[in-house]
């Protein structure tokens, strides 16, 4: 006789534990149970059948696994908490007593310490599983490292997730590891690659954050404990595989001061001593500086002198620059395109990671108050900027602080341009520098000025691209994301309309156009024909449009009245009328017979006075052919659609309609973008 199964010893039921009965088994509280299991990456699962999984007849909404629950009781933080329970304990029992000196000694002294060191040793067994995890990490902590400190969000939380934050964006400064960027309404997203693993991570604004009390910090806080201890591990080891001492020196004051990426001071191997910003502009005396200014001013002149001795040689050798463009011509980076429709759209080559980490290095920028420092500042220095300068009120770390500095080659602006005078306040015009010095925010010489949206726009195509598309008050091109790109039939921006619309689409939009040309023409005729009305009449024209009675006859049998429509009336109307709607099967009579023919209706009836009809009558019948083309071509199609579909099984019907209704909604969507942008291009033309 076989045994007889008890009820949950096996399948569902037995694979799975209610969070209760977790809670029971491991002895521990709630709170504490949710901590342990972000600690140890255990998550609620969902059964096929919750009636089955469940012991009880309650219906139980949250389950775990039996053996993740079961793992979890050899691990050595149960201890930990179980100690910090009876230390609360002692500690009320002396609150208790009265005894408030003990109390806070046992707080003190023996509060148990947690590591999460082993849990991150087993969690990522290698640095590569590290690296995997690191997008939710950077989020988290760049997101505490901007919220304001409140009893929830303590402060040291926040100082810690800034330096770990720092030290990691040094990093990928120094090794040049950033590759892409875009800005959303969300913040900011950043994408780098290291070890070959393709990290993303958002970052918010440089807003005022407000902290509501619908969020749990308490378990954001968790979170945030071992996401900090997994990016020092990581740091660690980015920093030691490239030879720098970590953790890197951290200067206090230069922070407090606002320097934040300029408070990071690197040392190691192959890190170079760069000349102290600070010692440039605020440490030295004004004799200094103006040595200083006077050698740079030199060094400046002298440039110019070789650049002008170069042009000139250069327009004595021509051969020799045509056959030095024709080299660099053949060095350019080789293209591939598109040979038939249809065919496979190829990844185009990009330059390599060093050159494209080196796209900044040859130029000196200035940031405007209205731009975003930190930001600018991380993306320049990560593509290879050395000379980076703001106002002093941004913080500590630039370059230098004076706008007027010629050796600056770009200014990033964030506001509409603005008329200045010429010469500024202070300055006397008899004097040397008010030729050479800009007004207050006007412009230097020689100087490119660029909106914000350019360095982001130049990192994702990994190219310089024209300054003057992105030149103060131009309407910029639009920022697009570089993770997204355009599919066959969706709407591209950075294209022309010509090249997405289909043939009925730009048809359609010929002729409204035509449609509304005419419209235009003939409601500009009619006004010029009441013009010219209003001219002719020289009672209407002294009275400006308006019927004046004369007010010397009140007799109303001198007032003709309306006796009403005569027969000869009648019948001339309704003569017209048949006309009319003889002229009009006519022109139908007409069109059928050119389609049976196979030729097109707009090709005879290019006299319209014979017909007697108007142009705009010509111009409407053109496009009635063509829709009546259209509507036909589309009808044999969908008539050919219909026939292969009665070929498939029901299955693949039901698939290949619901693959129709997709691209359909895709369709749609871009031919909406696609008017839109029609009405934009024709208001503004």
Same mark, same amino acid.
């Given at each position: ?102 109390? =806070? ?187 200083? +200014? ?6 400046? +002149? ?52 060093? *050159? ?116 103060? #008050? ?59 009305? =209003? ?27 309306? #006796? ?15 006309? *009319? ?89 871009? =031919? ?14």
């Amino acid at each position: 006789m076989a045994k007889i199964k008890k009820r949950g010893a096996s399948g569902q039921a037995k694979n799975f534990i209610t969070r209760t009965q977790a809670v029971r088994k491991l002895q521990i509280s709630l709170p504490d149970f949710r901590r342990l299991c972000i600690y140890k990456g255990i998550y609620p699962r969902e059964p096929r059948n919750k009636k089955k999984a469940s012991k009880t007849s309650t219906a139980s909404t949250t389950f775990y696994y039996t053996k993740d629950i079961q793992y979890l009781l050899h691990e050595p933080i149960l201890n930990k908490f179980r100690d910090h329970k009876a230390l609360a304990k002692k500690i009320a029992r002396s609150l208790g007593r009265g005894d408030v000196g003990d109390a =806070a000694r046992l707080e003190k002294t023996a509060k148990p310490r947690i590591t999460l060191d082993h849990i991150i040793k087993e969690r990522y067994p290698t640095f590569v599983d590290a690296l995997r995890d690191l997008d939710d990490a950077l989020s988290l902590l760049f997101l505490f490292a901007n919220l304001p400190f409140t009893s929830t969000v303590p402060p040291k939380t926040i100082a810690l997730c800034q330096r770990l934050c720092l030290e990691f964006e040094h990093y990928l400064i120094v090794t040049h590891s950033l590759r892409k960027s875009f800005i959303s309404i969300k913040g900011i997203y950043y994408q780098a690659t290291i070890q070959g693993q393709d990290i993303l991570w958002l970052v918010p604004h440089k807003f005022v954050q407000k902290v509501t009390g619908d969020v749990d910090f308490r378990i954001m806080g968790t979170f945030v404990e071992f996401y900090t201890t997994l990016l020092g591990f990581v740091n660690y080891r980015l920093y030691t595989s490239i030879g720098l001492v970590y953790p890197p020196k951290f200067d206090t004051k230069s922070d407090e001061r606002g320097g934040e990426l300029s408070a990071i001071v690197l040392e190691g191997a192959g890190v170079t001593t760069e000349q102290d910003p600070a010692q440039l502009t605020n440490g030295t005396t004004e004799e200094d500086s103006m040595g200083a +200014q006077i050698d740079l001013n030199a060094d400046v +002149q002298r440039r110019a002198d070789q650049l002008g001795e170069t042009l000139e040689a250069s327009e004595e050798s021509e051969p020799t620059d045509q056959v030095m463009e024709d080299h660099a011509a053949t060095d350019a980076i080789d293209k591939f395109e598109v040979q038939g429709e249809g065919a496979d759209v190829l990844d185009q080559p990009r330059m390599s990671d060093t *050159e494209a980490g080196l796209l900044f290095a040859p130029y000196s920028f200035f940031l405007s108050r209205e731009t975003p420092r930190q930001p600018l500042e991380f993306l320049l220095r990560a593509y290879g900027c050395k000379r980076i300068s703001w106002d002093e009120v941004l913080g500590d770390g630039a370059f230098t602080n004076d706008e007027n500095d010629p050796s600056i080659t770009h200014q990033i602006v964030d506001r509409p341009p603005t008329q200045h005078l010429d010469t500024p306040t202070g300055l006397d015009e008899d004097q040397p520098d008010a030729q050479t010095a800009p007004a207050r925010g006007g412009r230097m010489p020689g100087r490119t000025y660029i909106q914000p949206q350019w360095v982001w726009d130049c990192i994702n195509q990994g190219k310089l691209l024209r300054p003057d598309l992105y030149a103060p #008050g131009a309407t910029m091109p639009p920022h697009l994301s570089p993770w997204v790109k355009p599919s066959k039939a969706a709407y591209d921006p950075t294209l022309p309309l010509a090249e997405q619309e289909g043939e009925a689409e730009a048809e359609q939009a010929g002729l409204d156009k035509e449609e509304q040309q005419e419209l235009d023409r003939l409601a500009a005729v009619a006004d010029s024909n009441g013009e010219v009305d =209003a001219e002719d009449d020289p009672e209407s024209g002294a009275d400006h449009g308006m019927d004046v009675a004369s007010g010397d006859s009140d007799d109303p049998s001198e007032v003709e009245e309306f #006796g009403g429509f005569g027969s000869d009336d009648i019948e001339a109307l309704a003569g017209a009328d048949e006309d *009319e709607v003889e002229d009009t099967r006519s022109q139908d009579q007409k069109e059928l017979e050119a389609e049976a023919a196979g030729l097109s209706y707009t090709e005879t009836s290019a006299d319209g006075k014979k017909n007697g009809r108007p142009a705009s009558s010509n111009s409407k019948g053109k496009g009635e052919e063509l829709r009546k083309k259209a509507a036909r071509k589309r009808k044999e199609e969908e008539e050919e659609l219909e026939r292969r579909k009665m070929m498939m099984s029901k299955k693949k019907r039901k698939l290949f309609e619901k693959m129709a209704y997709s691209n359909r909604r895709k369709d749609d969507e871009a =031919a909406k973008l696609r008017s839109k942008r029609r009405k934009l291009e024709k208001g503004k033309s």
